[in-house]
């Protein structure tokens, strides 16, 4: 494992000015966080830096879900500072879009995206992003990344949708044989749109998998469940949800497939 390090730090390139290897974190998110506050502390600004990590004790997802992390699996937060507010508003699409990318990278074929950052492959969730920014200055930005490599893990059994892995997809491959090409790739693709945001957005459009007039349900941050159609998104990418002659504009949530949404409401908010 220790191997993959030099290879991988070769295939970064201008993509990261550091790298980090954890053989154990409670997440990368977290960890990122930390070093964050660290370079705060000290009025300092950090380029690009990746934290990779073997597996995660208490790995994040967007709001309070949790990303189970068991060792086998890809755990990566990108972090930078000084990224103009303008990019940084469209780090959910154009990540989701260098996501998709990385695992196209790899051999698969026929993913989509699920508002905004879910990676779905023959209906089960592969792979999670969450995004967050702190504005200064400097402005920070992490990106963390989670992908099912080596198998499918439990999931909440409220959860929108089941855990899938690619070596169901793909079949089985080593820990490093599945990093190295997708965290060089994924990296490469997060840089290249932060420059030219265009190609990663319109990427991120045509790979989502909600097409207009798709009946959907979204639980949002509150827990609240709400229903209609789906009507495309905003520049902003969030999503427009229509009944009838309403329009609702949703600018974060879990979206659930129709069939699941009722039985979804009659369950409750989620708790922790």
Known sequence: MIDLLPRLWSSLGAGADNLVFLSHADSTHDAAARLIDEMDDDEASLGPTV???VRQSA???RGDHAWASPEGGLYLSWLSSGIPTSRVARLPMVAAAAAWQALASVGLEGHGIKWPNDILHGGRKLAGLLVTARHGPPHWATVSLGVNLASAPE???DASYPAGCLADALGPRTWSAWVEPIVASFVAELT????????ALNLWLAALIHRPGDRVAVRLASGEMVHGSFRGVTTDGFLRLGEGDSERVVSTGDVYP???SAAADQEGPETA
């Open 192 to 199: 290249k749109a932060l420059s030219d945001p265009g190609p």
């Open 155 to 157: 999931l909440a059994a």
């Open 59 to 61: 790995g994040r997802g």
């Open 258 to 260: 129709a069939l699941e």
């Open 51 to 53: 934290l990779l990590a």
